[in-house]
RNA sequence: GGUGUCUUGGCCGAGCGGUUAGGCAAUGGUUUGCAAAACCAUGUACAGCGGUUCAAAUCCGCUAGACACCUCCA
């Protein structure tokens, strides 16, 4: 039977702002879609934290034996700068600086994105569309849009009409808005627009002369507006309906709302059955943003080549900070934050590797059902990682214990034991054991014969050798364990 | 100005009406040739004021502070 039968996941829904029971439009299967990256720039690690969680609830689903088709897009056009009626194409603007084809910086952010998903081991979603290879589809849905009365066209631009659409439904269902209270205190802008009123958002933007990115459609030469391209991918790859859509706090309002005005408009249905949104990731007690400079890139903590940290950490260890607070708080990212999660999980893992050696007994002295009760009700709990780990170090004690003689697991209890925890910790959070992968042969070799050594020079009490050996393989971080077993060691 | 969220022990961070969250650090102990590492045990909280309740970190009100959104943002 499939997991998901005894597991009755609960899912925080933003639109309700409850918790509510997770129960998709077709059993057995998940339709997600979460908002991908625009990429004009590197991905920084607040961007990351997103889609670090939604790995976890794609991991997570699929551990319970959900079917789920996940799509992430990658906004590759159609993103404006500043106000998204007068601006610039973003990914337009930085080919410009840079002097590069427009196509060359996607590539290269691209690039970018997928390598740092692969050094932080998430799993691929099913489905990475574009915003420019679906021109075509959004072109169509603007047509629909305009045929039902909520676009209209001024120079050659289109755009949706929110205060037609805001008489049959609510505009700012999502993030608590009304549209009078908008009006009211919508800045006034500078620039002319082409819009009935300033709520109104581009579906459609004509290009001028030197606008490189540009396509041809029945108003003018030029480009989607950033809002289209998720209700289209969405809707083409998932249905007009489909069971949870996923991005960060920061994108309710207004492009969520946007989302709903015009995929409810084509369809006649409310598109998304559980909005979850992430927190975001503070640096320096501010919102980590491209915008701001006020951010960290993924990739400079793993190399250690960054002013805001003391030194390099694993990715797993960025996993596990992440995972220790939940998705829907504000977390502060700090060196020391880091450096006492880096302990916690060194903490974790080397019980991982522990209990690969522990034999079974003929009691159990813990109760392994009960405990894999507890973390599953962690997770189905909205996705309740803080409490999981919690959980995990449970596991932790019980192992530790195990190895002091002071507890014991029977083979069968050890075996399930091993399973949960094993799943956990790789499957569904998808950590890494980096210290074994790192052990070449050649150094397990060198360094257990220097542990032989200097067994031989303690046995004669010869300190000063064993000293010496110790002190200097610590020198080079290697940290000797004497045990009551003979010495393990362990790379720092 | 509008809207929303948050304020937990030395630090990070759960909990959201009654039971020890957890991690890091600290203290004591076990272990050790001495250490390190490891393990075991333990303490200090719920921004302030007022209210509801048999019972409040948890609900309500006020005050102070922080953050976010309202404009591109994960």
Not at 20 to 26: C, H, I, S
Request: proline share 3%.
């Amino acid at each position: 039977m499939e997991l998901y039968k005894e597991n009755q996941l609960k899912v925080y829904n933003s639109l309700s702002k409850t918790k509510e029971e997770f129960k998709p439009l077709t059993d057995g299967y998940v339709g997600m879609y979460v908002c991908g990256p625009t990429v004009y720039s590197n991905a920084h690690l607040g961007n990351v934290r997103t889609f670090m969680f939604f790995d976890v609830v794609y991991r997570y689903l699929l551990h319970l034996g959900y079917k789920v088709r996940y799509v992430r897009n990658i906004t590759d056009a159609g993103h404006l700068e500043n106000d998204a009626d007068e601006g610039e194409d973003r990914i337009a603007k930085k080919a410009r600086l840079e002097e590069i084809e427009p196509m060359e910086v996607v590539q290269r952010y691209t690039v970018d994105f997928h390598d740092v998903l692969k050094n932080y081991n998430f799993l691929p979603p099913s489905i990475e569309p574009t915003a420019t290879g679906h021109i075509l589809e959004q072109i169509e849905m603007i047509k629909e849009i305009i045929e039902k009365g909520f676009g209209y066209e001024v120079n050659g631009s289109v755009y949706f009409d929110v205060l037609a659409y805001n008489k049959e439904n609510h505009y700012g269902i999502l993030s608590g808005r009304k549209v009078e209270d908008l009006i009211h205190n919508t800045r006034t802008l500078d620039g002319q627009s082409d819009k009935k009123n300033p709520q109104d958002f581009a579906l459609w933007k004509k290009a001028d002369e030197r606008h490189i990115m540009r396509w041809p459609s029945p108003w003018s030469d030029g480009f989607p507006g950033w809002h289209l391209e998720c209700s289209v991918m969405s809707t083409k790859y998932l249905g007009e309906q489909f069971d949870i859509h996923g991005g960060g706090m920061d994108l309710k309002f207004p492009h969520h709302e946007c989302e709903i005005a015009q995929s409810k408009t084509c369809s006649g249905k409310n598109p998304v059955s559980y909005w979850m949104h992430t927190n975001m990731l503070l640096l320096n007690s501010q919102k980590m943003a491209k915008s701001t400079g006020n951010f960290i890139l993924p990739n400079e903590i793993l190399s250690g080549k960054n002013n805001i940290l003391p030194k390099a950490f694993s990715a797993s260890v960025v996993r596990f900070f992440n995972m220790q607070a939940n998705y829907r708080s504000i977390l502060d990212f700090s060196g020391d934050a880091l450096e006492a999660s880096e302990k916690g999980h060194t903490k974790l893992m080397e019980a991982v590797q522990l209990l690969a050696n522990v034999k079974s007994g003929k009691t159990s002295t813990f109760d392994v059902l009960a405990w894999k009760k507890d973390c599953y009700a962690a997770m189905n709990d909205d996705f309740n990682t803080p409490i999981l780990i919690a959980h995990l170090f449970d596991a932790v004690k019980v192992i530790n214990l195990i190895k002091e003689d002071k507890a014991s697991l029977t083979a069968e209890d050890l075996l399930l034991f091993t399973t949960v925890l094993y799943n956990f910790i790789f499957d569904v959070l998808g950590l890494m054991n980096e210290n074994s992968q790192d052990n070449s042969e050649k150094i397990n070799g060198v360094v257990a014969l220097l542990i032989k050594l200097r067994k031989q020079a303690r046995d004669n009490k010869d300190w000063a050798l064993s000293d010496q050996i110790r002190d200097e393989l610590i020198a080079l971080g290697i940290q000797l364990k004497d045990g009551k077993d003979g010495t393990t060691f362990s790379l720092n």
